[in-house]
C-alpha cells in the first residue's frame, strides 16, 4: 500500500513564476490536508480538502493560493505569482479515519 | 486554539527509555493530545494520542496528568533511528485534524 505521494520533490521558482504541488493521498483516504513548513519552524495548517470540496481553507493565504482536489486525480496546490517568502517545505497529508499520513513533501526555492 | 509547551531538546543514550514531556494547562474537555515526530528532510510520522485515559502502542506510551495539564511521551527503549523532532499537539475533537504544530522537542540519541 504506497504512503502519500507528493511530486515534484523540489521545485525552484523565479519570483512571479507559478508553482504547482501535487498530492497522490493514500488508497481509500478521502481527505486531504495540506500543511506549509517555514524553515527552522512547525508545521503550519493550510487547507482541508475532501474530494471536489475545500472544507476548511482558514490557513491558506487570501491572494495567490489555491488547492483543489478533483474528483480524479492528484490533490493539487498552486501558487501564483511566487515571492521570496513562499520558500518552504510544503507537505500533504491524508487520513480515512483515523491518524493523519504525511508526505515526504515538496521543497520550493523561489529565487 | 489551546496551545502547548515543550522544551526545546533533550538528549538521551541508545537503549535507555525517554520522557518527552508536554504542559497544556489550558486544554479543554474536548481537546484530544496527539504526538509526530518528524525524522530530517522527511513528513511528520503519527506516533500515539489520546483524550483522558493512559495509552500504549508498538511505538510509544502516554501517559496523561489526572488534571490533564500536562502529558509525557514514553519511549521505552531510545534507539538511534528515534533521534526527531517530537511534537505534542491538541485538537478540538476528535475529528478535527487541522493541526498546529510548534516547535516541538529535538531529541538526540546517544550511541
Known amino acids: 500500500n504506497a504512503g502519500v505521494m507528493q511530486n515534484p520533490r523540489h521545485l525552484v521558482r523565479r519570483r512571479g513564476q507559478e508553482a504547482r504541488l501535487r498530492c497522490s493521498p493514500m488508497k481509500g483516504h478521502s481527505h486531504v490536508y495540506w500543511y506549509r513548513q517555514l524553515p527552522e519552524e512547525g508545521l503550519k495548517f493550510m487547507v482541508y480538502?475532501?474530494?471536489?470540496?475545500?472544507?476548511?481553507e482558514s490557513g491558506m493565504p487570501k491572494e495567490r493560493f489555491s488547492a483543489e482536489f478533483p474528483k480524479e486525480g492528484p490533490s493539487i496546490l498552486r501558487i501564483q505569482q511566487v515571492v521570496r517568502g513562499d520558500s518552504a517545505a510544503y507537505f500533504c497529508a491524508s487520513r480515512n479515519t483515523g491518524e493523519l499520513f504525511f508526505g515526504e513533501g515538496s521543497r520550493l526555492t523561489v529565487l | 486554539d489551546a496551545k502547548t509547551t515543550q522544551p526545546n531538546s533533550m538528549e538521551s543514550n541508545e537503549e535507555e527509555p525517554v520522557h518527552l514531556p508536554c504542559n497544556h494547562s489550558?486544554?479543554?474537555?474536548?481537546?484530544?493530545i496527539h504526538w509526530y515526530r518528524q525524522l530530517p528532510s522527511q513528513g511528520p510520522e503519527y506516533v500515539i494520542h489520546g483524550l483522558t485515559s493512559n495509552v500504549n502502542n508498538r511505538m510509544a506510551s502516554l501517559a496523561i496528568a489526572e488534571d490533564r495539564k500536562s502529558s509525557t511521551l514514553i519511549l521505552h527503549r531510545a534507539t538511534l533511528r528515534d533521534a526527531a523532532v517530537y511534537y505534542c499537539i491538541l485538537s478540538n475533537g476528535a475529528g478535527s485534524y487541522q493541526l498546529t504544530f510548534g516547535k516541538g522537542t529535538k531529541l538526540s540519541v546517544i550511541p
Open positions: 480538502l475532501q474530494k471536489e470540496n475545500i472544507i476548511d
Open positions: 489550558t486544554i479543554s474537555g474536548t481537546d484530544y
